[in-house]
Structures are given as C-alpha cells and as structure tokens.
C-alpha cells in the first residue's frame, strides 16, 4: 500500500499563495490522487484531482482559477499549488489515493472521502483575513 506525506502547509494572508506536496512511497499502482480539506467541525471536502492515466485534472468550483494540481512522476509527488487564498481555504489539507478511482471534472465534486483508499497524515493551512 502506498504512504502519503504532505507538506508545505502554513500561515498566509488572504491574497497570498502556498504550494503544498504530497510525497507517495511503497507500491505506486494508484491512478487518483487527491487533495481534501477539513475545517474545524466541518466534513472532509474534495479540492483537487489528479489521474495518472492521462494527467486530467478536476477541481471544485470553489478553487477553479485559484489553484492547480499538478504531478511530478519522477519524483512521485504532487503539487497543489494555492494562489489568492481566502480564509475560508482554511483547514487541514490532506492527500489521498487510489488505484481504481478516475476523478471527471463532473464527478469529482461528489466523490466521497470514503472512496480513497490511502490517506496522508494533513498538513496545516490557516489563511488569515
């Protein structure tokens, strides 16, 4: 099974930008690989998607023209890449993976945390107004 390490998680203020990685090791078989987020008191949500099958991506509404996902296959890591964060972008970031799943731009926004198999640790992103 594959481990997840995500990074580059902090404190920035609204406008500004972050670039959280996701590091998989041990067997690399997953196609989707994933960012949620988590507020305090708040369910997990979908952000971002990736496939390694064709490199097609997915976002929700709410990031699209804001953030992008992107992959490094040499270096098996995955990039988030957060531009003019707002406050409510506030939570912990994880990534997940999966070798089955294949996130479509129309799917993807209701795709359950329940379906990724593999999850990190998350890493820390306040925004501040």
């Known amino acids: 099974q594959v481990q997840l390490v995500e990074s580059g998680g902090g404190l920035v203020q609204a406008g500004g930008s972050l670039r959280l990685s996701c590091a998989a090791s041990?067997?690399?078989?997953?196609?989707?690989i994933a960012w949620f987020r988590q507020a305090p008191g708040q369910e997990r949500e979908a952000v971002s998607c990736?496939?390694?099958?064709?490199?097609?991506?997915a976002h929700v509404d709410s990031v699209k023209g804001r953030f992008t996902i992107s992959r490094d296959n040499a270096k098996s890591t995955v990039y988030l890449q957060m531009n003019n964060l707002k406050p409510e972008d506030t939570g912990v970031y994880y990534c997940?993976?999966?070798?089955?799943?294949?996130?479509?731009?129309?799917?993807?926004?209701?795709?359950?945390?329940?379906?990724?198999?593999?999850w990190g640790q998350g890493t820390q992103v306040t925004v501040s107004s």
């Open positions: 041990g067997a690399t078989f997953e196609n989707a």
């Open positions: 990736i496939n390694r099958s064709d490199g097609s991506t």
């Open positions: 997940a993976a999966d070798t089955f799943l294949y996130c479509s731009e129309d799917d993807f926004p209701r795709v359950s945390a329940s379906e990724f198999a593999s």
